[in-house]
Structure formats: C-alpha cells, structure tokens
Nanobody, 124 residues
Framework: QVQLVESGGGSVRPGGSLRLSCVGS?????????AVWFRQAPGKEREGVAC????????YYEDFAKGRFTISRDKAKNTVYLQMNDLKPDDTAVYYC????????????????RGQGTPVTVSS
C-alpha cells in the first residue's frame, strides 16, 4: 500500500525558499517509474511541477519551475525532495508528491496516488 507524507511547506515572502519532503512507506519509489511533485492552487487545476526517474535519476521540470526548483531523492530513505528558490506569489498552492507508473504519468499528468499535501503560501 502506497503511503506518502509530504512536509516542509509554509509561508514565505517572494524571493524566499522552501524545501519540501515526501516520505514513502509501504513501497519503494525504485519499484515505480518515478516520483513527481505536483501542485494545486485554489480554484485551479492541478499541475505537474517536477519529475525524477527512478532508474537513472533524470529530472524533468515544467517551464515555470526550471531554474528555480530542484527535485532530488534519497533512495536509502525512500524520500523525494523539492527545493524551491525564488518563490513567487503564483507558486502558492498545496504541493503533493506521487509515485508514477510510467512516463505517461508525468506527460499526461496521471498521478495515481498522493499524500495529504503540504501548503505553500508566498505573500508579501
């Protein structure tokens, strides 16, 4: 049974940084195609943020995240991270992680599981 617990969110000013963590239990991220961070802002559709492929650690980012966000992992801890720098008000959302089954999970935004999420608020 896939269980995910996200943490690390909070309230920051524009330009600030946060590091989100996603701890997986009951499974191994290595048994899945990869791990994804996605987010959902109030009144908006959910959108992918970043993906890390389990087999080789290759990473992918949505355009808004490139150059500001970094996805990484600790295989021993079965944990995925999202370092977010230069945060903007538009980054305000609840952030979730998911273990995806295949490339389509990232490309098509099919996130088969998630935790409770961790809220991020960026405001001056």
């Amino acid at each position: 049974q896939v269980q995910l617990v996200e943490s690390g969110g909070g309230s920051v000013r524009p330009g600030g940084s946060l590091r989100l963590s996603c701890v997986g239990s009951g499974f191994s991220f290595l048994d899945y195609y990869g791990a994804v961070w996605f987010r959902q802002a109030p009144g908006k559709e959910r959108e992918g943020v970043a993906c890390i492929v389990s087999s080789d650690g290759v990473t992918y980012y949505e355009d808004f995240a490139k150059g500001r966000f970094t996805i990484s992992r600790d295989k021993a801890k079965n944990t995925v991270y999202l370092q977010m720098n230069d945060l903007k008000p538009d980054d305000t959302a609840v952030y979730y992680c998911s273990a995806i089954l295949d490339w389509e999970g990232w490309a098509a935004g099919r996130f088969p599981n998630r935790g409770q999420g961790t809220p991020v608020t960026v405001s001056s």
